[in-house]
């Protein structure tokens, strides 16, 4: 459908999901493709799945830490030689009434759900205007909607709106596409694994389960986006934050 030869395409949380399955789309319409996650043996495990390929590169990092995203960009470019696009899909959710959530907790979401962004752009972004490419920010309707027990993943996921905003406006006189992706619930292990706090107000948890489309996404629906949002197709988009949660945030 795509052809992505020639380019390299770096996508963190490659072991697990949403990020697994794109890394898998990209290499099967002929990217090179970096995978990335704190879950080294896991994205091994996916390359080996894959045929064990030479399109193929694995590394271990921990979003948590900056030294340990500039290191990875900089372990990616040295082993491809360039960049093409970055999809920045790593991360942790979690709910917690606000009462109660410990500042630790909510210091390590942001710093991996938002500020890995920073120290990962930051990184990639010579190679990008080199190559003419584009980012992925994996944001989620959480971003776009209050979601009780989620201050700080909601928080984390409109901040990577902004931030995907402001590298458009920031770059596109050099040619460096940003978008990011709001999904709804995909099922995934993030999403299977996520609990509510207890003694969490079931009428609001409820009425969020409600909306349309609720949990139905398949991780297939996003790397549909995700292709297309790194393709030439879209030259002209970006600066958007698109919705692909089957109508969630259109109630
Ligand atoms: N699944 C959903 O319902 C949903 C909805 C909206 C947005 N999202 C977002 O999509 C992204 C991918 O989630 P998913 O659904 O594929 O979940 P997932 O749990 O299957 O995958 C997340 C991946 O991120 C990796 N990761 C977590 N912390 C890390 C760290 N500190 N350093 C490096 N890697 C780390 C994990 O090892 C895992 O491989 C996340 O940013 C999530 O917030 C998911």
Known sequence: MYDFSGQVVLVTGAASGIGRASA???????????????????VQSVARELGQDERLHCLGFDAID??????????????FGRLDVLCNIAGIAGGWRLEDMPP????????????????ITQAAIPALVESRGNVINMSSASGKQGQPYGTC??????G???FSKAVAAEFASRGVRSNAICPGGVKT??????????????????????????????VSDIT??????????ARFVTGVAFDVDGGQLAL
Not at 66 to 79: E, K, P, Q
Not at 192 to 217: C, H, K, Q, V, W
Not at 224 to 233: H, K, N, Q, R
Request: glycine share 6%.
């Open 104 to 119: 630790a907790d909510w210091q390590r979401m942001i710093d991996i759900n938002l500020n890995s962004l920073f120290h």
């Open 153 to 158: 993943y909601c928080a984390s996921k409109a």
């Open 224 to 233: 549909a986006m995700i292709l297309f949002l790194a393709s030439s197709e």
């Open 66 to 79: 900056r030294a340990s995203c500039i290191d990875m960009v900089n372990d990616a470019l040295g082993h």
């Open 160 to 162: 990577v709106i902004g």
């Open 24 to 42: 898998e789309r990209f290499f099967a319409e002929g990217a090179s493709v970096v995978l990335a996650d704190r879950n080294l043996e896991g």
């Open 189 to 218: 292990p993030i999403y299977d694994n996520y609990t509510f706090p207890e003694n969490a107000e079931m009428a609001l948890i409820d009425r969020m389960r409600s909306l349309p489309g609720f949990g139905e996404a398949e």
